[in-house]
């Protein structure tokens, strides 16, 4: 995912298509609704019979070399949002969303 399409979406709250976590590579397949069940019951059960300790290595390979990335980016976004909650910004954002009045 592009610069600009993280930032839509972390700026802006806009919610990515399943069609667009594909093609971001996020998920590995869509299943219609009709045939999910289906479908992701099958997947299981061929992934269940394969070998377990190569599948736990295969992943640590795949995944391995971003995780020190991962825990790095995740430390700075949990100090940010710390940050965020206890400005006056978000206090004020709070009591205007509690102030309003119900639709109901």
């Given at each position: ?28 397949a ?11 019951m ?51 954002a ?11």
């Amino acid at each position: 995912m592009g610069y600009s399409k993280a930032f839509e979406m972390l700026a802006f709250n806009r919610k990515m298509t399943a069609k667009e976590a594909l093609d971001a590579s996020f998920i590995s397949a869509i299943f219609p609704q009709s045939s999910f069940r289906k479908e992701t019951m099958e997947r299981v059960r061929a992934y269940a019979k394969l070998p377990r300790n190569s599948l736990m290595i295969a992943k640590k390979l795949v995944r391995g070399v971003e995780r020190d990335l991962l825990h790095k980016v995740n430390k700075a976004e949990t100090d940010h949002l710390e940050e965020r909650w206890q400005s006056d910004e978000c206090l004020n954002a709070i009591a205007q969303f509690f102030s309003r009045k119900s639709k109901l």
